[in-house]
Structures are given as C-alpha cells and as structure tokens.
Nanobody
C-alpha cells in the first residue's frame, strides 16, 4: 500500500518552468514504478512520463519529450517532474501514480495499469 501526495503546481507564464513533487508513504516506495499523468478540462487523462523503480528507465509522451524530466529519490520517497519550456497546452491537473509491476513500455502509458493515485496538483500556463 502506498499513499501519494503531489505538490509544486501553480501559475507560470509560457516558457517558464515548474518542478512537481510526489511524496509517497510506505516502506516499499523503491519497489514501485512511478508515473505522471495529466488531465485538462473536458479531456481524458493522458500519460506524461514514467520511471522504473531504480530510475534506470524513463518514458515520455511525445508532447513533453525534450521539455520534461522525470526523476526519483528513493531515499526521500519522492518522484519529481521537472517541467521546462512550458506551453499553455500543458495546463492541466497533474497526477502521480504508482504500481508494483516491473516497468514495461507496453503498459507504462496506460492509466488503468496503475493501482495507486495521488489527488493531483493544478498547473496553469498563461500565454
């Protein structure tokens, strides 16, 4: 079992940066694959990035590749999403998610594959 709490969202101008954090409770955080998803108003939740338990494998949606970086610190039970060169279309509620399955490309971008979810943090990018 793991509980997830996101933070770091806010309002930023286009071209700016934000770093989201997701703090996890539970002793087995280092065993979990972690993902970030986002949901804009009126749209379905979409995959943003994922990272393996060791941090050795990372995956990104094409829309954020080259601008966002996912990382984790297992000693701090925290996963991060560094977001650079933000665009108005990045505006959404951002959620972190966790699952115990070994990370594989065929499922990391599928929201229903993750068992645990945070409450989300709002990111608004103004033009």
């Amino acid at each position: 079992q793991v509980q997830l709490v996101e933070s770091g969202g806010g309002l930023v101008q286009a071209g700016g940066s934000l770093r989201l954090s997701c703090a996890a409770s539970g002793r087995t955080f280092s065993s979990y694959a972690m993902g970030w998803f986002r949901q804009a108003p009126g749209k379905e939740r979409e995959f943003v990035a994922a990272i393996s338990w060791s941090g050795g494998s990372t995956y990104y949606a094409d829309s954020v590749k080259g601008r966002f970086i996912i990382s984790r610190d297992n000693a701090k039970n925290t996963v991060y999403l560094q977001m650079n060169s933000l665009k108005p279309e990045d505006t959404a509620v951002y959620y972190c998610a966790a699952d115990l399955k070994p990370v594989k490309p065929h499922w990391v971008g599928v929201n229903y594959e993750y068992d645990y979810w945070g409450q989300g943090t709002q990111v608004t990018v103004s033009s």
